[in-house]
């Protein structure tokens, strides 16, 4: 069964970090191109960062630029989003999922598929 599954959300204070994965089942991550995405209450799922089978990176949110970083550990079939310096307005489920496009170009959910479950992510005091 081919599916993704995230883990390492959490509940962190303002300026925290938390180091999210993506583990692949099922399937080899090396010729996916893989997107973190992220979807708050009563908002819209939103792309945050994109890594590309080749290891390039692509932010999709600006607000996280500066802050989370994105990588890939093929011979664990992983990808991570490490983020930093979080923020309340992070908080959201976050999600990851995966398309096989030359490059990270589309930020659309409907370009990706196989997604995960979900993580949550609270960032408050």
């Known amino acids: 069964q081919v599916q993704l599954v995230e883990s390492g959300g959490g509940l962190v204070q303002p300026g925290g970090s938390l180091r999210l994965s993506c583990a692949a089942s099922?399937?080899?991550?090396?010729?996916?191109?893989i997107g973190w995405f992220r979807q708050a209450p009563g908002k819209e799922r939103e792309g945050v960062l994109c890594i590309s089978s080749s290891g390039a990176s692509t932010y999709y949110a600006d607000s996280v630029k500066g802050r989370f970083t994105i990588s890939r550990d093929n011979a664990k079939n992983t990808v991570y989003l490490q983020m930093n310096s979080l923020k309340p307005e992070d908080t959201a489920v976050y999600y990851c999922?995966?398309?096989?496009?030359?490059?990270?170009?589309?930020?659309?959910?409907?370009?990706?598929?196989?997604w995960g479950q979900g993580t949550q992510v609270t960032v408050s005091s």
């Open positions: 999922a995966s398309n096989r496009f030359s490059r990270c170009s589309s930020s659309s959910p409907g370009a990706f598929g196989s």
């Open positions: 099922g399937f080899t991550l090396d010729y996916f191109n």
